[in-house]
Every structure is written in structure tokens, then in C-alpha cells.
């Protein structure tokens, strides 16, 4: 009985996730990315200490009771890969070379309520720059990049990166004269789901805010722009604060560097905030066209303060792409289709079981230069072989005799084949992935 929020592909989905995953991969390691894995748990101190989150977290627990379990109790599975990578960071100080870029592609577990797109078990696939002590702005203005090579590289539909700084928003409000600046980021950051009018009265009622306050936050947030320009914007509000004006610096680098690498690939967006306390500069959240509704499929931001050893701090900066997310929502459309079910590239038709091993033989020949082949799994008629080809998008068949032959079932043509030498068309030797 299926669970819900527990998502599992059909064979060709997984083909299209497997397709897609190599890409993000690739892609990583051109920018220099070096792969890692952590646990998947980690002590629930540290998971319940990175925002609002106690709500989200799967404890570990024994079903058998002893002194074990009872220690399982005060470990979770964790609910993204930046904590367990700060975790890691720190223990391994020592042995890394700052500064350390690294990618990881892992499930991660999240108590939420399922719905479309939004699972509680899910794949991501994160960046992280970390340094020792400061880490160059450079690294801000790298990951909408990286993203946006990926995302522009599949066939889905398009992608905008939005982008802000919380230096910006805090900055804004500290100059507003509003204290508790991270409430207001997260009351500002619930504006797509509950609107202005609700936001508005949760800042007068919880963070202190006057009606006035509230209109000049709500003003900030309506601010979006594809260029720098939203700057002035900001400016023009009145507000001044140092802080204000080095995150507005910081901000028009990631919209000139993203513009100069993609233009269009990224807008500034100044409502968006990020749930997760630990962000305290550039922020990132991303929106596919048509599929606004369902939210960002990627996010991350900067950290200064996540990761310390004494008096060492490591700052960093990531971001992470919602593979199940994307790929579910996608999926659900019937958005993607793949030419094939399987991985087969030929089937090695079976004249008779005692031919097995000669059919064998041609099908390793084949599997020997990079050729996925299987051979029949039974002695039927040709007719029957074929089809069972065709059922699953298989393009080739290959009549096995003195003179070996293939048939490319799609078209009807069929030649003389040698199989230590024979290549079928590059686009048909894997599966592609396509938009449909």
C-alpha cells in the first residue's frame, strides 16, 4: 500500500531521474565540486537548533527498549544536507583545504504535510562553498550560475532564480526602528501564502511593528527587478542603515554577475527571506514558469555563523536543488517523457534455446563496447521477439546466423552486422529524456 509522501518511480521515471542526476552531477564537478556524503542522522540538539524545524524532524527509534535505544532517541534523520555539512565541516577541519567546495546528492526526511511536490522523504542535490574565517563574495554570485547551467540544460520549462539578501531586509528594518528584525523575516517570508493584508497585522502583533512600520516592510517586499535597478528602489523608501547598504551592494553583484553569465536568469526579489535562522546574507529561491504556484524548487543562502571551533568560524554559502520536487511536480503534468522504457539498446533475437550461449556470446561482444543488450527471453517466433523489442522502445534487433544481421524495427531497415564493430546511432544508444 503506497505511504504517503514516500515517492517511488516507475522504471522509465527513474531512468529520467537517473538521466537527470548525472547532469547535475557533471555539472557540479565542472565548477570544481567534489562529491561527499554524510549520515543521514544527526544528535537532535543540533538539528532542533537551525530554525524552526522540531515540528519536521523523524526521531531515531529502537522498537526494542535497552540503554542503546534509549541514546537512538536523541538522534534524528536529517531534514537538509547544509547541518550535517556544517557538522562535517568542523569535524574534519583539520584534513580539508579551505576553501572546500563540495556537492551532495542524498534523500533527506522532512515531517511536513505532504502534497504535490512536497514530500516528507525527498532527494536534493546541494552546493556548499565553505572557508576558514571569510569566505569571498565571489562564491554568492557562483551558485545562481551553477544552477542555472543545470536547469537551462534539461528539458523543463524555464527557470528564474530569485534572489535577495537578508543583510538588506534586516538592514531595512533596524533602520525602520524594528528590534526583532529575524521576526519580521519570518513573518515577511509567509507573504505568498497568506497575503499582505495577514502579514501586516502579524507584524504589529508580533514583532512590534506600527501600522506605519508595517506598509514601509511590505513596500520593500513588493520590490523586483531583473537589474540593478532595484537599488534605487529601495533608496528611494527613505530608509538608511549601514547594514541596508552593504547588503544592496552584495545583492547588485549577484544580479550583474548572473546577468554578464545568462541574462534573465535571475531577479531580485525582496520578499523572499528564507525560513531557516541560520542565513544571514544572500538568499535564493527558484520558480519554474507555469509551476509558480508550487514553489521554489531550489533554495540555499549564506552562513556565516553556522559552523565555528573556538574561536574559528567557517562561513559558507549554498544551494540546494529539490530533485524529487522538481521531478514529482514534472511527473504529475506528464511533463517528461523518455524514448524508452529500459535501458536496452538491442535485444539478440533467440532462434532456439540450444543457440543461448552462441546468443550470448554476440550479446557480451555487444555489452563489451559500451552496447546495452539483453538477449530474448525465449525461444518465440521472431514476430513475438520483436514485439517484445517494440513494447518496451527497444529500437534494435539482432538476427544472430553466419552473417549476423540487425534490424532497426522503427524504420524496417535491416543490414549485416559484425558485433565487434557494428555502433548504433549515438542518440540511440542510451535513452533520452525529452519534454513532452
Known amino acids: 500500500m503506497p505511504i504517503s509522501g514516500f515517492p517511488e518511480w516507475l522504471p522509465p521515471q527513474r531512468i529520467i531521474e537517473q538521466q537527470v542526476l548525472d547532469r547535475i552531477r557533471s555539472t557540479f564537478e565542472l565548477y570544481g565540486y567534489a562529491s561527499l556524503e554524510t549520515r543521514a542522522v544527526e544528535p537532535l540538539d543540533t538539528l532542533l537548533s537551525k530554525g524552526e524545524t522540531s515540528k519536521e524532524v523523524y526521531l531515531l527509534h529502537r522498537l526494542q527498549e535497552d540503554d542503546d535505544s534509549k541514546r537512538d532517541d536523541q538522534l534524528g534523520l536529517h531534514f537538509d544536507l547544509t547541518v550535517p555539512f556544517a557538522r562535517f565541516v568542523t569535524e574534519n577541519h583539520g584534513k580539508l583545504q ?12 522532512r515531517g511536513e504535510r505532504p502534497q504535490e511536490g512536497r514530500y516528507r522523504e525527498f532527494l536534493q542535490a546541494d552546493i556548499d562553498v565553505v572557508s576558514r574565517d571569510t569566505l569571498p563574495f565571489h562564491f554568492d554570485a557562483e551558485m545562481p550560475l551553477v544552477i542555472g547551467d543545470i536547469l537551462r540544460s534539461l528539458p523543463i520549462p524555464e527557470a528564474t532564480i530569485l534572489v535577495n539578501n537578508r543583510k538588506v531586509c534586516e538592514g531595512f528594518y533596524r533602520g525602520l526602528g524594528l528590534a526583532d528584525t529575524a521576526q519580521v523575516l519570518r513573518t515577511v517570508d509567509k507573504l505568498d501564502k497568506i497575503g499582505p493584508e495577514k502579514v501586516a497585522a502579524l ?30 528602489r529601495v533608496r528611494a523608501l527613505g530608509v538608511t542603515d549601514p547594514l541596508l547598504d552593504e547588503g544592496l551592494d552584495e ?43 508550487y514553489g521554489s524548487i531550489t533554495s540555499g543562502g549564506r552562513y556565516d555563523t553556522l559552523a565555528s571551533v573556538g574561536n574559528t568560524r567557517f562561513p ?56 546495452p543488450t539483453e538477449v530474448a527471453p525465449s525461444a518465440a517466433k521472431f514476430g513475438k521477439q520483436i514485439q517484445f523489442a517494440d513494447r518496451r522502445g527497444i529500437p534494435f534487433v539482432w538476427f544472430p546466423g553466419e552473417t549476423g544481421t540487425v534490424k532497426d524495427i522503427r524504420s524496417g531497415e535491416q543490414v549485416e552486422a559484425d558485433p565487434e564493430t557494428w555502433q548504433p546511432p549515438a542518440v540511440d544508444l542510451h535513452p533520452s529524456v525529452s519534454a513532452s
Open 251 to 293: 545583492l547588485v553583484r549577484v544580479v550583474d554577475a548572473a546577468n554578464a553569465h545568462a541574462p534573465g536568469l535571475v531577479r531580485a526579489e525582496l520578499k523572499i527571506a528564507r525560513g531557516l535562522d541560520y542565513y544571514t546574507g544572500t538568499v535564493y529561491e527558484t520558480q519554474l514558469k507555469g509551476y509558480e504556484q
Open 98 to 109: 579551505f576553501p572546500f567546495k563540495r556537492y551532495q546528492i542524498q534523500k533527506v526526511w
Open 316 to 371: 559558507g554559502v549554498g544551494i540546494s536543488i529539490g530533485v524529487s520536487r522538481l521531478l514529482g511536480l514534472l511527473f504529475g503534468k506528464g511533463a517528461l517523457a523518455v524514448s524508452r522504457s529500459v535501458p536496452t539498446c538491442v535485444v539478440v533475437a533467440l532462434p532456439s534455446e540450444d543457440q543461448r550461449p552462441a546468443c550470448d556470446r554476440i550479446a557480451g561482444k555487444l555489452r563489451a563496447r559500451g552496447i
Open 203 to 232: 507584524l504589529v502583533e508580533t514583532a512590534g511593528a506600527t501600522d506605519a512600520q508595517a506598509a514601509a516592510c511590505l513596500a520593500l517586499a513588493e520590490i523586483s527587478a531583473t537589474d540593478g535597478s532595484f537599488a534605487d
